[in-house]
């Protein structure tokens, strides 16, 4: 069980503006596009001017958006005729890039070290390759837990707020990054499994 879940249901509400956006000329290209800029300028922006902790709020604001973003570029393109082979390479590159752009500025904060988030974004970038993958051998692109892309999003968008709210974070929660690498190892190791199971 992950917050993919829901998607249906968010897809549901979102549904009434993606056919607006499809009515103006919007694309699903242009919205992954979009959303990866704002996450790589963004996330610049937090590792230039970390010690200014009141900027970190922008991160559970903008996990929310790009969430939303992520659910229109793919109602676009299945809803309104805008799949592409094209697309389908934006949309997997576009997510590990604003992925690991968004979580980066966190080494910047004690008490995390380079070393653990470095950690985590190279296994979250393992764990959508794995997901990925399925479809290569004849499965269904895998998008198992315990931490998926927007389980993720909820735990740095809290992170993001934790910090912009009070600042400073307790010597304790220095254990946070090697439990979320923990679990995206057994994220994988679902997603080989599932995938492995489909074709079996």
Known sequence: MTL?????????LLRPMVR???SIGIT?????????????GLGSILIINSEIHYLFL??????LLRMALNAIDGMLALEFGQKSKL?????ELCDVISDAALY?????LTPF??????LLIFLAVMSEFAGVLGLTIGASRRYDGPLGKSDRAFVF?????????????PAWISWLMPVLSILLVITIFNRVRYALSEVN
Do not use: C, E, H
């Not at 697309?87 to 949309?91: P, Q, S």
């Not at 980066?104 to 910047?108: E, G, Q």
């Not at 070290?113 to 470095?118: I, N």
């Not at 968008?157 to 974070?169: D, F, I, R």
């Open 20 to 22: 607006r956006l499809a």
């Open 104 to 108: 980066l500025p966190f080494a910047w």
């Open 157 to 169: 968008g809290v992170l993001g707020l934790w910090v912009g709210a009070g600042g400073t974070l």
């Open 87 to 91: 697309g389908a390479y934006l949309n």
């Open 4 to 12: 993919y879940d829901i998607k249906p249901y968010f897809q549901s």
């Open 58 to 63: 922008a991160i559970p604001v903008w996990m």
């Open 28 to 40: 699903a290209n242009q919205v992954t596009l979009a959303a990866a800029i704002v996450s790589v």
């Open 113 to 118: 070290t380079y070393f653990s988030v470095a």
